[in-house]
């Protein structure tokens, strides 16, 4: 029984991701268009009096990271709180004081985690759309006034600026990336800890083996499926 409901909760996951991604790329492909259409049918003294950089680094590389960074999270995050409802209310039924315990661990590590980490995430947030606008707009002048740039000789300048920009951005990416994926690590460690202090004091309660066998191969299957589940929420 317990590996049946792994492979169909499983396959249930797989559903849900795969449907979740379908409609946020829909989305995201439908807001470019409409934004591009929307641009392209301006007067054509709106074209000659603006700078289209930022434009097309909205069009390009801004929505596409709305899409797979905000909203596809988001969808996710709603779908995997549910699972992780079911599986708590599971708990509840059989021992309200072990799932409230564990509902407590699990999720009040993610979210003192995530408050520690909230505000050096929005600033790597803002150096990487900085990021995106800035390198845009360097490539952007350097081939289309590349006659120039010859010129005068100035290559290695744009070349500076382009390696400012993006060195500063994919570090802001490599922090917001790895703020999403250590901590579970360290909380996966104190989760199964607390299962194997779990299994101790059972053992020393004088309780039957069989029954602790039994109950704990439930909670760790719980375990199995929670973690993963928090994770996701937390990383969305």
Do not use: C
């Not at 999403?180 to 299994?199: C, G, H, N, R, T």
Request: glycine content about 6%; aromatic content about 10%.
């Amino acid at each position: 029984l317990s590996m049946l409901l792994i492979a169909v909760s499983n396959l249930f996951a797989g559903l849900t991701y795969w449907l979740t991604y379908r409609f946020s790329v829909h989305i995201g492909s439908k807001l470019q268009n409409d934004l591009f259409d929307n641009l392209l049918q301006r007067p054509y003294i709106f074209h000659k009096m603006t700078d289209h950089t930022a434009a097309i680094a909205i069009v390009n590389q801004e929505l596409p990271r709305f899409v797979f960074h905000v909203l596809a999270p988001m969808l996710n995050m709603f779908s995997q709180m549910f699972v992780a409802l079911v599986i708590l209310i599971g708990l509840l039924v059989l021992n309200p004081v072990i799932a409230i315990s564990a509902g407590l661990l699990v999720a009040g590590s993610y979210l003192l985690t995530y408050l520690m980490l909230r505000n050096a995430l929005e600033k790597r947030g803002r150096i990487t759309s900085e990021r995106n606008r800035g390198t845009q707009a360097t490539l952007s002048e350097a081939f289309i006034g590349v006659k120039e740039i010859k010129l005068k000789g100035i290559e290695q300048a744009y070349v500076d600026r382009f390696e400012g920009y993006n060195r500063a951005g994919l570090d802001a990416q490599a922090f917001i990336a790895l703020a999403a994926d250590i901590p579970k690590l360290v909380i996966e460690s104190i989760s199964f800890s607390a299962i194997l202090l779990l299994a101790v004091f059972f053992l020393s309660s004088g309780q039957e083996p069989a029954a602790i066998v039994g109950m704990l191969s439930l909670y760790a299957l719980a375990g199995y499926k929670l973690l993963p589940t928090m994770q996701q929420i937390y990383g969305s």
